[in-house]
């Protein structure tokens, strides 16, 4: 059956504001293979075959025309929630949408669009988000819609009631469109009430190892550290913060970086245990995400259409204690209207600040021009071992001349040596390309092997492919 109670009371709240709203419906993945989404991301492809049109989401959507734009930039918003059981972090995911929402559609000042999306979460979040940007800018023309409404009873009195109802204040399943995305912000809050202060995490990798532009990780953690006081943080490898041989390390930092302040106290390269400590965890985590090519929330798929986005994941502290949430929306709105600002002072897409990087915190990071540094270092032996071929092949032009003394039933059969040598390596050139094709072809078979988990298939084929 379908349930639009809670999208409908979403879309009631943006109407009453004045935006303009529409539905999205969208089916989930298809279970067919691709092979570039083994390690990441389902298929996000067209649908194809028959599927139980029962089962689907429907997001809301809510655009804020601006007073001062063109049309022709927009910024969206995305609060993720599961309709079939939402939960209370959830509702107040919704609400700080709302809050920011509502002062939007009175100000003045907006020069982009501004896009509100409630993305239904009950077959992914990625899922929902991703059908909803392929919708946006590659429209797919088909029946789905109508299908989807025959099968969920839309003729039934209560269905064109509500349609009725929709009708009035300009609720449609028309898809509505806004300008070209200049940056997009989700939103989630997690009920985490042993957090000893009020934390903003921060997720930013994508698929296939792609990253927002930095400034934009910089907007938000500047305003949630120097505005509003959020301890700002990413994510982490949790097993390293115990590691007892990390430790040790940091503590030699630590004291080495004493020794030299007290020899020179202009030298100040040492920096505390526990700072170590977290950003070895973070960098080891930015690595081993970007190395997977796993999206680490919602915000993954915008990537996929050069748009920078990044989940903010709010974790409060009392989130029951009725004084404690109505602050804690006043603060996240107004961190959330501070980067709607920023990003809508932009005259451009970011583009000054760097694509290429690793993050050791919140603040900190390793820009392309030092890890490449040590990628040179591995490549530098290539140009060596090709000096050194050059070179041993000049010794075999003197060996050649040399062996030109001796009879010819000699020379001749050293001779046919040297000129059939290339065949070992043609050789080994193959035995690589045939291995090459069998550790690609894996990942089909793998994916045949029934109740496999992506980290068992994951072990299976680095098993195989060793």
């Given at each position: 059956m379908w349930n639009r109670e809670c999208q409908r009371l979403i879309a009631q709240y943006m109407s009453d504001l004045g935006a303009e709203v529409n539905h999205h419906s969208f089916q989930g993945p298809s279970n067919s293979f691709h092979p570039l989404h083994f390690f990441s991301s389902p298929d996000p492809g067209v649908?194809?075959?028959?599927?139980?049109?029962?089962?689907?989401?429907?997001n809301t959507i809510g655009v804020i025309r601006a007073p001062r734009g063109d049309g022709k930039e927009a910024i969206v918003l995305v609060t993720p929630f599961n309709s079939a059981k939402i939960d209370g972090a959830e509702a107040m995911s919704i609400g700080v949408a709302y809050s920011v929402f509502s002062l939007l559609?009175?100000?003045?000042w907006l020069a982009k669009d501004i896009i509100w999306l409630a993305a239904d979460s009950q077959l992914g979040e990625y899922t929902a988000v991703h059908a909803w940007l392929r919708e946006y800018h590659a429209p797919v023309f088909n029946e789905f819609r109508y299908i989807a409404d025959e099968s969920s009873g839309r003729n039934s009195l209560f269905s064109r009631i509500v349609e009725k109802h929709d009708a009035e204040r300009k609720i449609?399943?028309?898809?509505?469109?806004?300008?070209?995305?200049?940056?997009?912000?989700?939103?989630?809050?997690?009920?985490?009430?042993?957090?000893?202060?009020?934390?903003?995490?921060?997720?930013?990798?994508?698929?296939?190892?792609?990253?927002?532009?930095?400034?934009?990780?910089?907007?938000?953690?500047?305003?949630?550290?120097?505005?509003?006081?959020?301890?700002?943080?990413?994510?982490?490898?949790?097993?390293?913060?115990?590691?007892?041989?990390?430790?040790?390390?940091?503590?030699?930092?630590?004291?080495?970086?004493?020794?030299?302040r007290n020899l020179n106290p202009q030298w100040r390269f040492g920096i505390?245990?526990?700072?170590?400590?977290?950003?070895?965890?973070?960098?080891?985590?930015?690595?081993?995400?970007?190395?997977?090519?796993?999206?680490?929330?919602?915000?993954?798929?915008?990537?996929?259409?050069q748009v920078d986005a990044i989940t903010v994941e709010f974790a409060p502290r009392f989130l029951k204690n009725k004084a404690r949430r109505t602050e804690f929306l006043t603060r996240a709105g107004r961190l959330i209207e501070?980067?709607?600002?920023?990003?809508?002072?932009?005259?451009?897409?970011?583009?000054?600040?760097?694509?290429?990087?690793?993050?050791?915190?919140?603040g900190k990071f390793v820009?392309?021009?030092?890890?490449?540094?040590?990628?040179?270092?591995?490549?530098?032996?290539?140009?060596?071992?090709?000096?050194?071929?050059?070179?041993?092949?000049?010794?075999?032009?003197?060996?050649?001349?040399?062996?030109?003394?001796?009879?010819?039933?000699?020379?001749?059969?050293?001779h046919t040596q040297i000129s059939w040598r290339w065949l070992y390596a043609a050789r080994l050139v193959c035995i690589m390309h045939m291995w090459g094709v069998a550790v690609s072809l894996l990942p089909y078979f793998i994916d045949q092997m029934p109740h496999s988990t992506p980290l068992i298939s994951i072990i299976i084929w680095a098993l195989l492919s060793g």
């Amino acid at each position: 059956m379908w349930n639009r109670e809670c999208q409908r009371l979403i879309a009631q709240y943006m109407s009453d504001l004045g935006a303009e709203v529409n539905h999205h419906s969208f089916q989930g993945p298809s279970n067919s293979f691709h092979p570039l989404h083994f390690f990441s991301s389902p298929d996000p492809g067209v649908i194809h075959g028959k599927f139980n049109y029962s089962i689907y989401g429907i997001n809301t959507i809510g655009v804020i025309r601006a007073p001062r734009g063109d049309g022709k930039e927009a910024i969206v918003l995305v609060t993720p929630f599961n309709s079939a059981k939402i939960d209370g972090a959830e509702a107040m995911s919704i609400g700080v949408a709302y809050s920011v929402f509502s002062l939007l559609s009175r100000v003045t000042w907006l020069a982009k669009d501004i896009i509100w999306l409630a993305a239904d979460s009950q077959l992914g979040e990625y899922t929902a988000v991703h059908a909803w940007l392929r919708e946006y800018h590659a429209p797919v023309f088909n029946e789905f819609r109508y299908i989807a409404d025959e099968s969920s009873g839309r003729n039934s009195l209560f269905s064109r009631i509500v349609e009725k109802h929709d009708a009035e204040r300009k609720i449609t399943d028309d898809f509505r469109r806004a300008g070209t995305m200049a940056a997009a912000l989700v939103i989630k809050v997690a009920d985490k009430p042993n957090s000893p202060d009020d934390t903003l995490t921060i997720y930013a990798e994508a698929s296939n190892g792609q990253m927002p532009n930095l400034d934009l990780i910089n907007v938000v953690n500047y305003l949630a550290v120097h505005k509003q006081g959020f301890h700002v943080k990413v994510d982490k490898l949790l097993s390293l913060l115990d590691s007892k041989w990390l430790r040790l390390i940091a503590d030699f930092y630590e004291f080495a970086g004493k020794v030299a302040r007290n020899l020179n106290p202009q030298w100040r390269f040492g920096i505390p245990a526990l700072d170590y400590i977290e950003g070895t965890a973070t960098l080891a985590s930015s690595l081993y995400t970007q190395a997977l090519g796993i999206p680490t929330g919602p915000h993954g798929a915008f990537r996929d259409y050069q748009v920078d986005a990044i989940t903010v994941e709010f974790a409060p502290r009392f989130l029951k204690n009725k004084a404690r949430r109505t602050e804690f929306l006043t603060r996240a709105g107004r961190l959330i209207e501070g980067v709607i600002r920023s990003v809508n002072n932009l005259l451009e897409k970011f583009h000054q600040s760097f694509f290429l990087y690793f993050l050791t915190s919140s603040g900190k990071f390793v820009s392309v021009g030092v890890y490449m540094i040590a990628f040179g270092l591995l490549v530098a032996p290539l140009p060596v071992a090709a000096a050194s071929l050059h070179a041993g092949y000049d010794k075999i032009g003197v060996y050649r001349r040399r062996i030109e003394k001796v009879p010819s039933s000699a020379s001749e059969h050293d001779h046919t040596q040297i000129s059939w040598r290339w065949l070992y390596a043609a050789r080994l050139v193959c035995i690589m390309h045939m291995w090459g094709v069998a550790v690609s072809l894996l990942p089909y078979f793998i994916d045949q092997m029934p109740h496999s988990t992506p980290l068992i298939s994951i072990i299976i084929w680095a098993l195989l492919s060793g």
